[in-house]
């Protein structure tokens, strides 16, 4: 079965600190796309990283690709509160036409 | 800045009525979704269309939902009849092409009684 697992699901974290979020996914894929979804709302674009290796930043956010490990990660510097939302991974993949799989999300709190 | 419309914001509806959500996507985009995304979990695709014609509807309840795009514009997902297990939020989203970053619209909320 075709999966993409984020972990944390949950993180809570304190403002001015670091962290990770981690995107595996099962399929081969030279593509994944990072969103951002405030609660209530609709889906925003923040990354597309197109092959291994790939790395975009933007502002306090980071993101890489390894295509080998089928592994991306979503690096956060100096959290703010405004970075409260959930986040999701997708991928998309080959399979007669290209399919989309989005992750599980990972909801971020970042506390004053 | 160009968006993707949907329309209605919200829906509620009883159990084994008809309903439908209308999209219009940004001017030009060639490829549409629409995707459905339950509380507390990731979008999942319903169907794909690349101008007027269906490239994916595999995850598509295909006896109670259809979804068309008539002239490669604006596209109507229908259900009918609603379950209670539909409620949902019902995303649109167009890109330049398929493998392009994707647009959202505002989405739609099911409420099924």
């Known amino acids: 079965e075709l999966k993409v697992e984020q972990n944390p699901l949950f993180l809570s974290m304190q403002e001015g600190k670091n962290y990770t979020i981690y995107c595996n996914y099962s399929?081969?894929?030279?593509?994944l796309y990072w969103y951002r979804q405030d609660p209530g709302k609709s889906l925003e674009s923040l990354f597309v990283?197109?092959?291994?290796?790939a790395v975009k930043q933007e502002g306090r956010l980071m993101a890489s690709l390894d295509t080998k490990a089928r592994l991306s990660t979503l690096h956060i510097t100096a959290a703010v509160h405004d970075l409260s939302a959930t986040y999701f991974c997708?991928?998309?993949?080959?399979?007669?036409?290209?399919?989309?799989?989005f992750g599980t999300g990972t909801r971020l709190k970042v506390l004053a | 800045e160009a968006e993707v419309a949907q329309s209605p914001r919200y829906k509620i509806t009883e159990k084994s009525q008809a309903v439908a959500f209308w999209c219009d996507p940004i001017?030009?985009?060639?490829?549409l979704y629409w995707y459905r995304q339950i509380l507390g979990q990731g979008p999942e695709l319903l169907v794909q269309f690349q101008d007027e014609s269906v490239v994916d509807d595999s995850q598509l309840p295909k006896d109670r939902f259809s979804a068309e795009r008539l002239k490669g514009v604006d596209s109507t997902l229908k259900i009918q009849p609603a379950e209670l297990g539909d409620s949902a939020m019902y995303l649109c989203a167009s890109s330049t092409g398929r493998r392009n970053i994707q647009y959202f619209g505002a989405g739609t909320r099911l409420s099924v009684l």
């Open positions: 997708a991928v998309d993949y080959l399979s007669g036409t290209y399919k989309y799989i």
């Open positions: 990283l197109l092959s291994n290796g």
């Open positions: 001017s030009g985009h060639a490829t």
């Open positions: 399929t081969t894929s030279d593509r």
